[in-house]
């Protein structure tokens, strides 16, 4: 499609390609690949701008997302005390400035500012969801014209959407204390290779859910079946079945889009939510 843009337009176009990664070994290589491929891309924009690329402001814009991602890493781990202080939607907000401030001194200064309300929120045991009952995982991407209504109809529940995929996974989430801001572009090739591992590779993903479910006490998962992000969508019905096995935790999958409303219904997605906290209900009272 992006060469098809390209032709149409009548524009210069770079496509970077990154591995499918079924091991540590494919992601290593996947590394390597991209990599190379970014470093290619570097020559491309000199070509095209007849300007000599900027490495060190590169370094410089890499070492502020380090400080701003290990920022928010730490204000999600708050959301592991009981009540949580934020809930996932908070975190979907969150992503704003780490995606469209990425590299910018304003994205570190929202986060240390969010850290700071996050703990005093945490000080003073003030939860997201008024009487917290249940911890949720988020699964996919989220459905951006539903986040209200859905936050709303959860924690009316007293059901808090706590940790997700797309949030504690992705935006250099995964130990950016190791991020070397001085071999920026090696950080960079991580960081997608890692992205695509996670949706590509179904073990890998389910072996980092359940670390979420185990250190953020969950206690349903709720998967979001995506229409237009479907490489996300791989295996959910098989993580939902390995992480009941592994720690009795259900799972119900609902139907939606992070952007289409026809893909998308409330009355559907509602009534299955409605059932699934009905199971919850159930065991915590067998329980």
Known sequence: IYDFQRRLMKVPGFIIDVPHTKSMSDFKRSVAQVK?????????????????????RLKEMMAKVKQAAMLRVECMKLSQCTPSPMTVFDHFICLGPMHVWR?????????KALKVEVEKRVANKIGAVPDEKYRLYWDNLPIWFKVGRLSEKLGSAGANLIAGIYTHCFFYSHEPEKIDPDHPVDAIAEELAYITMVFSNVDYRTDMIQKLCEDYRINGLVMHSSRTCQ?????????????????????????GD?????????AQTETRLEAFLEVLQARKKAA
């Open 231 to 255: 490489p996300m969508d791989i295996g959910q019905m098989d993580i939902i079945n390995t992480i009941e096995k592994r720690l009795g935790i259900p799972g119900v999958v609902i139907d």
């Open 36 to 56: 190379q491929q970014l470093e290619d891309f570097i020559v491309f924009l000199e070509e095209l701008t007849g300007r000599p690329f900027d490495h060190d």
């Open 103 to 111: 590299g910018t001194t304003e994205s570190v200064e929202y986060f």
């Open 258 to 266: 992070p952007t289409d409303p026809a893909y998308y219904s409330d």
